[in-house]
């Protein structure tokens, strides 16, 4: 037998561990909790005993206190409800199951998908370092994703961090930054945080992207998973409204983005469509509500061709093209100029669709996010968010750069 | 003739305002650009010919390059779709229209109504300070929120600041924090974005409320919209799933609040009715989702009781509810009882309904914020946001406890 995925409760744990080792089980999935995570002896013992069966039998075990394993392309899942396509390029291992099940969830909303996730829980066997390892050799991983509560064999798993956040982006949430999240985690998954300190720098110096939360996580995963690289911060800036393109302004540069002014040879080709009163062509581009589909596509090819731009955000306001008359199929074809420009510029373009959270506003900004995923233009709810997630691109592709020019390793061994 | 609305050409603007003094016009609103804005000459010398005009016949500009009023109370809007409903308390003075009218849409979606919102544009005769000095002695106005991207007269505004922040609380979003922030801010509305790390300064000595956007402008007036007042960061936080109670106490943390753990006799009356394996009863509480809203009520009130609790976040998985077997109705039960808690108890609570964007699941959680808003249980999208208001909210009233307590000023003498 391949796999087990163990539902009984904790007290036959043993027995099915025996009975597993008889019958040569590969892998046991204890969803059972029950054990060190209550702070207990008795769960502790138990766990422990666990722990050395599968040591002695070979059996390895994911969990106790888990989800286990989605895997799409193997047609597993832990729950009917989530998205069974395959061809997905991340892999996620999570040591909390309502995090890996809330990532899954919020890859569907947002065009991202999965090829493997495993919530592993208490990790007494299997644990963070080797899910780290198989992903680095997983030939369908493209991009790997870790949450983090505590880490058990931390010399190991920092050799093998260091060794693939070179060849694949891996995406770390580490929680516990906090003494009450510390506290939080002993109880969760019986998990050691670790100094704070310590892991932020750990994490950054072995190169990989630290985020805080599942948005962050999500919006980050988005521009590796659709974008082309880029290593240079400058970002041109195109969307309507003076306060939102202030606000980008600000947002970019607090996100280490370079918002450069255009040169006076842009302004003017801008200007030949462009009236002066109520808008600006300066860097941000603040255009006129009465701009055609064309006249942004071309705007969008005339800064993207500019050496100094790396990066390109784009906005609209669903909110107000839907005050307008026509305003929902204005907001169609604005979103294909974006798109259409998108494709042709081969540059990193984030899509920010502005929209209140009305119902259907809301509802609109999806049905526009869908097109902008198929097209493969992943889309932000804020330009902050944005700038966030192509700062963190960009540092991640500097410091691949920057590795294999120093020839740290030989490109190709593994 | 009390109030003008000039949507005419700029060219016209010297005319309009002659005629208007001629007819002892009280205001007049350029909507009207390409004044001073535009960086070029000819409109600077036409927004000070305007300015002239008015400080000599005393009829007063709002603007130009602005959307000018919303008053629900008075009838007056800028926009057919903003809510017209009477009995806001919050008064918005905003150098941007796009800002105004993105947060009185904001308002609709989230639950708190602007009784007066001003978009005042270039400020060439009305400008941020007089509106906050009318705001300051208007009775309706409670909570008063200010966009700004210059500040004409500073001395003036920061006397007007200081003497209000200690009666009314005062949300400044102040643009131009970054370089690039400050050049679209003058091709915006040709103001001097001034000194970042003195305006941050100014605002917060001032007793002001600083945020850095308008998602944390809502969120903040959210919680002074509807929240009785604390003046401590002790914080409770109660909801379901491991990982999200773990990232509640790094949030809350972050946002300086304090995740206080339970007395043994709080985790005993709670471990009463919750079973040992798969939650944790100490702060957070991560209940099991068999809880009935009965226990989820209880589980409130006790932990409301305790001294340190000053605050209270409860937050429930949308996304988890709507895939078990009556999940609708089981949210709708544990909201019920979260807001009949959040009656009764006394004290701040913010509502978190987690969700990963899904249309229904994203339909669902509004039907349910309309309920906790009829309640007057403010909702956050996230802890992180919850925990953020909730500080700045405390930090505010410490700061006017700490103002009496010194007698700096004599209560009630405005």
Partial sequence: MDFVIVSAPAQSAIEIMENSAAKRVKVIHFYTAGFGETGGEEGKRLEEKVAGIARRSGVRVVGPNCMGVYSPQYGISWRLDFPMQKGGTVAFFSQSGWHATDSIKLGAAR???????????????????????????DPETKIIVAYLEGVREGKRFLQLLRRVAPIKPVIVLKAGRSEAGARAIASHTGSLAGEEVVWDSLIRQAGAIR??????????????????????????????GGGPSVQSADDCASARLS???????????????????????????????????????????????????????????????????????KIGELSQAIMRAGKEIGKPLAMVLRQCGLLENYRVALEEQEKFIEAGVPVYPTIARAAQALNSMVQYYRFTDSFYRQGRIEVGTF
């Fill in 111 to 137: 065009g991202f998908q999965f090829n493997k996730v495993v919530s592993y829980g208490n990790a007494c066997d299997l644990n963070e370092s080797d899910f780290l390892e198989y992903f680095t050799e």
């Fill in 211 to 240: 985020v805080y939360n599942l948005d962050e996580l999500a919006d980050t995963l988005l521009a590796f998973f659709y974008l082309p690289v880029a290593k240079q911060r400058g970002v041109a800036v195109i969307g309507s």
């Fill in 259 to 329: 918002v450069f002014p255009f040169p006076a040879e842009i302004r003017r080709k801008l200007h030949e469509f462009t009236p002066k009163a109520g808008t600006s062509v300066r860097n941000p581009i603040d255009f006129p509500f009465y701009w055609t589909s064309q006249e942004l596509y071309q705007s969008i090819k005339i800064v993207a061709a500019l050496r100094e731009a790396h990066l390109l955000i784009a906005h609209i306001s669903v909110d107000y093209l839907l005050t307008v008359p026509g305003g929902r199929e």
